[in-house]
């Protein structure tokens, strides 16, 4: 129980600080903190007013091969792809990967947007420039989704036609800034995890080649990535993720 | 030591700008090790976890608020919480590895606060204090000790500390609003 007193409330932000709880109720602080805006406050006062004891530490002499792992390990680590909250616990990070791939929770959101994206594809086929010689296979509403993990709503429509070409249209302001790109991906098989379909030109298309548009099938995950301008260097997503969601089978008529 | 924007360095993490948490590593690797250090005295522990905590620093940099001055302070905190949950999983070994050692004439935490940049307020909270229980507050904040470690280490009985931590806590928040 978090107590409602200020003064119950400020010692428990401070013990929590101080690292004087136990695991029990180190867990149920670290569940307030996510809900409970007042008390992070306060334990955000501890954190800031006891930093300065830190000073007798100096500095440890750091190996120098350790941000050469670290960058390693951001290279193959995608961005915290479930809602993070402090402190992450240590996950498998391949595993955590695969989690969110099969997510239900992006399941449902996703299975919810089919009506969105309905509705979106009856409004916005003006944005849409229709690709005249081929009609719609696929589409996906991506989910807009912060650095947090935090998905608000749709922000971004892929479009595949029959003959392979991918269109896409923003729905949300987006600005990868300079010397960053948006990536495309897609995950074809679990195992093999996703793979890039091209960095999203703006305002351009992108051409799939048969074997692959055989591949995709009704509920494929999408995902767009931030990346360096000529994409990840490493054929897997290296930055966060900004849209997410799954494929839909268009309906037989063209847009 | 030349002022630095933590909290736009954290900005730019958000961003996925890479060059900023490198900015972030080369100002601060060293201090945020010696954090997890003083808790896990183990060199090779220390390293994984600062470690982690530069990729959480990462990943969750879209998390962080904002407000001026609280970006070392943030990222200090996510070092020190996955040394503590380290320690407190692993138990404290009474042994301390070699070349991990903190050393017998090592300086006094509440002296060097007197000189310590922005140490000035929390000093004078702390004198505030009786000196076992300022004791108690830096002993839990630097070395990650328990009440109960605390207790042994002061020859105190726990329900004491207890009710020092909780007195001393009170003070300090007043204090230091």
Do not use: N
């Given at each position: 129980?978090?107590?409602?007193?200020?003064?119950?409330?400020?010692?428990?932000?401070?013990?929590?600080?101080?690292?004087?709880?136990?695991?029990?109720?180190?867990?149920?602080?670290?569940?307030?903190?996510?809900?409970?805006?007042?008390?992070?406050?306060?334990?955000?006062f501890w954190e800031e007013r006891l930093l300065p004891a830190s000073a007798?530490?100096?500095?440890?002499?750091?190996?120098?091969?350790?941000?050469?792992?670290?960058?390693?390990?951001?290279?193959?680590?995608?961005?915290?792809?479930?809602?993070?909250?402090?402190?992450?616990?240590?996950?498998?990070?391949?595993?955590?990967?695969?989690?969110?791939?099969?997510?239900?929770?992006?399941?449902?959101?996703?299975?919810?947007?089919?009506?969105?994206?309905?509705?979106?594809?009856?409004?916005?086929?003006?944005?849409?420039?229709?690709?005249?010689?081929?009609?719609?296979?696929?589409?996906?509403?991506?989910?807009?989704?912060?650095?947090?993990?935090?998905?608000?709503?749709?922000?971004?429509?892929i479009q595949v036609a029959q003959n392979g070409t991918v269109r896409s249209?923003?729905?949300?302001?987006?600005?990868?800034?300079?010397?960053?790109?948006?990536?495309?991906?897609?995950?074809?098989?679990?195992?093999?995890?996703?793979?890039?379909?091209?960095?999203?030109?703006?305002?351009?298309?992108?051409?799939?080649?048969?074997?692959?548009?055989?591949?995709?099938?009704?509920?494929?995950?999408?995902?767009?990535?931030?990346?360096?301008?000529?994409?990840?260097?490493?054929?897997?997503?290296?930055?966060?993720?900004?849209?997410?969601?799954?494929?839909?089978?268009?309906?037989?008529?063209?847009? | 030591?030349?002022?630095?924007?933590?909290?736009?360095?954290?900005?730019?993490?958000?961003?996925?700008?890479?060059?900023?948490?490198?900015?972030?590593?080369?100002?601060?690797?060293?201090?945020?090790?010696?954090?997890?250090?003083?808790?896990?005295?183990?060199?090779?522990?220390?390293?994984?976890?600062?470690?982690?905590?530069?990729?959480?620093?990462?990943?969750?940099?879209?998390?962080?608020?904002?407000?001026?001055?609280?970006?070392?302070?943030?990222?200090?905190?996510?070092?020190?919480?996955?040394?503590?949950?380290?320690?407190?999983?692993?138990?404290?070994?009474?042994?301390?590895?070699?070349?991990?050692?903190?050393?017998?004439?090592?300086?006094?935490?509440?002296?060097?606060?007197?000189?310590?940049?922005?140490?000035?307020?929390?000093?004078?909270?702390?004198?505030?204090?009786?000196?076992?229980?300022?004791?108690?507050?830096?002993?839990?904040?630097?070395?990650?000790?328990?009440?109960?470690?605390?207790?042994?280490?002061?020859?105190?009985?726990?329900?004491?500390?207890?009710?020092?931590?909780?007195?001393?806590?009170?003070?300090?928040?007043?204090?230091?609003?």
């Open positions: 129980m978090i107590p409602s007193q200020p003064e119950d409330r400020d010692v428990l932000a401070g013990e929590y600080v101080l690292g004087l709880l136990d695991a029990a109720t180190t867990a149920e602080v670290e569940r307030a903190l996510k809900s409970d805006a007042d008390f992070a406050h306060r334990v955000a007798v530490l100096g500095s440890a002499e750091v190996d120098p091969t350790q941000w050469a792992r670290i960058e390693q390990d951001l290279a193959t680590r995608r961005q915290a792809l479930t809602r993070v909250t402090a402190p992450v616990p240590l996950r498998p990070r391949r595993a955590m990967v695969r989690a969110a791939w099969r997510s239900a929770g992006l399941w449902r959101a996703t299975t919810a947007l089919a009506t969105a994206a309905a509705i979106l594809l009856a409004v916005l086929p003006s944005r849409l420039s229709a690709p005249a010689e081929s009609p719609t296979r696929f589409f996906a509403i991506l989910q807009s989704r912060d650095a947090a993990g935090q998905e608000s709503g749709p922000g971004w429509l249209l923003p729905l949300a302001d987006v600005r990868p800034g300079s010397g960053r790109s948006l990536q495309l991906w897609t995950l074809w098989d679990q195992a093999r995890g996703p793979v890039s379909l091209g960095v999203l030109p703006p305002g351009g298309a992108i051409r799939l080649p048969p074997e692959r548009l055989e591949a995709i099938g009704d509920g494929q995950l999408f995902e767009i990535t931030l990346e360096p301008e000529a994409g990840s260097p490493i054929g897997r997503p290296t930055g966060r993720i900004l849209f997410i969601g799954r494929a839909k089978g268009a309906a037989t008529q063209a847009l | 030591m030349e002022p630095f924007d933590h909290a736009s360095a954290l900005e730019g993490c958000a961003r996925g700008d890479s060059a900023s948490l490198r900015r972030l590593y080369d100002r601060e690797a060293g201090f945020l090790l010696a954090v997890a250090l003083r808790i896990v005295r183990r060199r090779e522990v220390a390293a994984d976890i600062l470690h982690d905590s530069f990729l959480d620093i990462w990943e969750r940099a879209g998390t962080f608020d904002g407000r001026r001055g609280a970006g070392r302070a943030w990222i200090t905190s996510i070092v020190r919480y996955r040394a503590l949950k380290y320690i407190r999983a692993a138990g404290r070994e009474t042994d301390l590895e070699v070349g991990a050692e903190i050393a017998d004439d090592a300086p006094d935490p509440f002296a060097a606060l007197a000189t310590a940049q922005d140490g000035a307020r929390l000093h004078g909270c702390l004198q505030r204090l009786d000196a076992d229980r300022r004791q108690v507050i830096l002993l839990a904040y630097l070395d990650g000790l328990s009440q109960s470690e605390i207790a042994e280490r002061l020859g105190t009985p726990l329900g004491t500390v207890k009710a020092w931590v909780r007195r001393s806590l009170i003070a300090l928040k007043d204090c230091l609003s």
